[in-house]
């Protein structure tokens, strides 16, 4: 049994600081042990007194009669790194540490958090600040929340790992208010020791989880996380997350653009969308979608009826099922004939959809069958019943005529209560039919069910590059700039094509280069110290070469008033026509590094029509990879001849993604920023052309 193991599943837990009144915190570990049916010892510690809940009590951690696997650590910060201590000095497997008062308060609480992790050596700690773990499968409870004074709780398919202590404890009243069984609940809180990915990674092999829901303030370790993640999706066991923290106050400033559109909530996006967890855009859809994924049947398309004997209701539903995407088609004509021959008279509409079964809140039989014409029917791929008022005076007869039905089929069965009636979405919940308050709830579980679905459970694929890593810098070391043109050169060495140019110093020169790459051409000025050139006045474009002299003047002066620099050194550049307008960047923070792609130009930060992808640990990206970038995009139709429009050369957009990618894997930690904006993808055969770029590296050294 490894240690992670021994935490969730101890023989023995010694409880350090215990209580003889259990009215207080101090005092409920031993009492929920023994509440809630723990079949292992437990060793209450209190030198003042000799018996707690009818057990033994000792004096100090030395006198215990064997060692235990837990210790619960009930102490406040200035003594716990002691208990640990002497924990760790015993051979105890892992300490759960309650107590506040470490890094979440500041200077002082970084040196006790330090002074924790340092006694403990080898053991493992959960914590500190948080309330403990809580193992429902094995009537475990290791915590002193409150939340925990609840005499029974439901037993299921979900386990939930919080960062947040709080969250875990509200999460455990409402799952039992709503009947919803959990596994497993672990609050991982400060995690100087074990964290998120830990619990992930020992959750996949625990045979009681079918569904991990994680209440997410940061991620700290993202390859661990992202291991961990990818054992959960091959393992087939869904991720739920809820992560905190999306209402940036704004993308910190960077030069490029790609700093603006890339936020560390994209990145987390990014994150989630790569390794398969689903992300609850609200708090009570980490509770609604980890419910509607736990009953384990597929859903394999779109399509939904919706039974309802209130049309207001199914309206409602209707409605937050259209808004995501889903189809709610009429009956096919044999559907439709039997839920006629189930229910006469002109009162009830059953060639539309929703269905309104006007009598079956009232009558079982006619809802049993009625539900089963529709499971049974190929026009429906799930169903949500809408459970009335009239439901109030029986439940139990809608539930069991609900639940009788779902040996018909292995469709997914939800049902939305309309009025506000807990105990009949427990019960229909605990029967195992989804039930939700919220016509929104109902369209973000059946969403979840299709993502889970569909989602490939192959592992990401990075693809190889050719290319050594060079030497990655110290984190103190200077960052300095590429001009544009030493930056296209850079990319053009990894496989990029970039637009035909020549660096000029004076008007007359100009005036030849134009002539040299077409008559018509782009003039910049070239600084490495001035990236964003139209910003200043420092790009002109479809310049004549008759007029191109005159405007490298004009240019000069113009950027002299808005910059206080003098250029000396320009960029002449064929005029490239047509095409479409992408922006390619890299975006560097703690989660790791992703490539962005999205429509470019000067309308970049203005249209945001972006994706991420975060880099594989080695390597750059796929072509499959570059391709679900290209095809996620809202303006992809235009790259895929819109209304007529050319066709645009997807493949070669393909070609520079990956080069790019590769590039950014290659110069490693050396690379703080890059972005080719705009590259020109040109109609199909024609190939993609990067017409400006931006390098910012680490160190002095040119690449």
């Given at each position: 049994m490894n240690i992670i193991s021994r935490l969730m599943r101890p023989q023995t837990v010694a409880v350090i600081g215990a209580s003889a009144d259990i009215t207080k915190t101090a005092g409920r570990p031993v009492a929920y042990l023994l509440k809630h049916g723990f079949a292992g010892v437990v060793y209450p510690v209190n030198p003042k007194a000799t018996e707690i809940c009818g057990l033994a009590c000792y004096p100090d951690i030395a006198s215990l009669p064997t060692v235990p696997d837990v210790g619960i650590v009930l102490l406040g910060a200035e003594r716990a790194h002691q208990a640990v201590k002497e924990l760790a000095k015993i051979g105890c497997a892992a300490a759960i540490v309650l107590a506040s008062g470490y890094t979440e308060v500041g200077e002082e609480g970084a040196r006790r958090q330090a002074e924790l992790i340092a006694a403990a050596g080898s053991m493992r700690i959960l914590g500190p600040n948080t309330i403990g773990l809580v193992n429902i499968t094995d009537r475990i409870v290791l915590s002193a929340s409150g939340a925990l004074e609840m005499d029974h709780f439901p037993s299921g398919a979900i386990s939930l790992v919080s960062q947040s202590g709080g969250i875990l404890g509200s999460l455990l009243a409402r799952a039992s208010a709503r009947g919803i069984g959990l596994a497993k609940m672990i609050s991982t809180s400060n995690e100087v020791d074990l964290e998120l990915a830990d619990f992930i990674d020992w959750l996949v092999d625990d045979e009681a989880t079918k569904v991990i829901a994680l209440y997410v303030e940061t991620v700290r370790d993202s390859q661990k996380f992202r291991a961990a993640a990818l054992r959960a999706k091959q393992a087939g066991k869904p991720i739920v997350a809820f992560k905190i923290g999306r209402s940036e106050a704004g993308a910190k400033a960077a030069i490029s653009h790609t700093g603006a559109l890339a936020g560390s909530d994209r990145m987390y996006d990014a994150?989630?969308?790569?390794?398969?967890?689903?992300?609850?855009?609200?708090?009570?859809?980490?509770?609604?979608?980890?419910?509607?994924?736990?009953?384990?049947?597929?859903?394999?398309?779109?399509?939904?009826?919706?039974?309802?004997?209130?049309?207001?209701?199914?309206?409602?539903?209707?409605?937050?099922?259209?808004?995501?995407?889903?189809?709610?088609?009429?009956?096919?004509?044999?559907?439709?004939?039997?839920?006629?021959?189930?229910?006469?008279?002109?009162?009830?509409?059953?060639?539309?959809?929703?269905?309104?079964?006007?009598?079956?809140?009232?009558?079982?039989?006619?809802?049993?069958?009625?539900?089963?014409?529709?499971?049974?029917?190929?026009?429906?791929?799930?169903l949500v019943v809408i459970v009335g008022a009239s439901a109030l005076a029986m439940p139990e007869l809608m539930s069991n005529a609900i639940k009788s039905c779902m040996v018909v089929s292995d469709k997914p069965i939800l049902a939305y209560i309309s009025p506000h009636a807990p105990h009949i979405g427990s019960l229909l919940t605990q029967a195992g039919v989804p039930a939700?308050?919220?016509?929104?709830?109902?369209?973000?579980?059946?969403?979840?069910?299709?993502?889970?679905?569909?989602h490939k459970r192959e592992c990401l694929v990075a693809s190889s590059s050719a290319t050594e890593p060079l030497t990655e810098p110290s984190s103190n070391q200077a960052r300095h700039s590429l001009d544009e043109e030493q930056a296209k050169q850079l990319f053009a060495k990894f496989g990029i094509p970039i637009v035909r140019e020549v660096v000029v110093t004076s008007p007359e020169q100009a005036k030849v280069m134009a002539d040299s790459v077409g008559g018509r051409a782009v003039l910049k000025i070239l600084s490495s110290d001035i990236l964003h050139k139209s910003d200043v006045g420092g790009v002109a474009i479809n310049v004549s070469a008759e007029a191109i002299g005159a405007r490298l003047q004009q240019m000069t002066q113009d950027v002299k008033n808005r910059a206080g620099i003098t250029p000396t050194r320009f960029l002449v550049q064929e005029q490239v026509s047509g095409g479409t307008e992408i922006i390619l960047g890299m975006h560097r923070d703690v989660l790791g590094v992703a490539i962005l792609l999205g429509m470019g130009g000067v309308t970049a930060e203005l249209l945001q029509d972006t994706t991420l992808r975060l880099l594989p640990p080695q390597g750059g990206l796929s072509k499959a990879t570059a391709r679900e970038m290209i095809q996620s995009l809202k303006t992809w139709p235009l790259l895929d001849g819109y209304r007529g429009r050319p066709k645009s050369d997807v493949q070669a957009l393909i070609q520079a993604i990956v080069a790019f990618s590769e590039m950014v894997a290659a110069l490693g930690e050396r690379l703080l920023e890059a972005e080719i904006n705009p590259l020109f993808v040109l109609e199909r055969g024609q190939g993609v052309k990067a017409a400006d770029g931006i390098v910012v590296l680490a160190g002095n050294t040119l690449i």
């Open positions: 994150l989630f969308q790569q390794t398969g967890i689903l992300r609850a855009q609200r708090f009570d859809e980490l509770l609604d979608m980890p419910t509607a994924l736990a009953t384990g049947r597929t859903l394999r398309g779109n399509r939904v009826a919706i039974l309802t004997s209130t049309g207001g209701a199914g309206t409602l539903v209707s409605d937050a099922l259209g808004v995501t995407g889903f189809e709610t088609p009429p009956p096919d004509a044999q559907a439709a004939a039997k839920l006629r021959a189930l229910q006469k008279g002109d009162h009830a509409a059953l060639d539309r959809n929703p269905i309104d079964v006007t009598l079956a809140g009232l009558q079982p039989e006619l809802l049993k069958g009625a539900i089963t014409a529709v499971l049974e029917s190929p026009m429906y791929d799930a939700f308050s919220a016509p929104e709830s109902c369209s973000a579980a059946l969403s979840a069910m299709l993502y889970a679905s569909q």
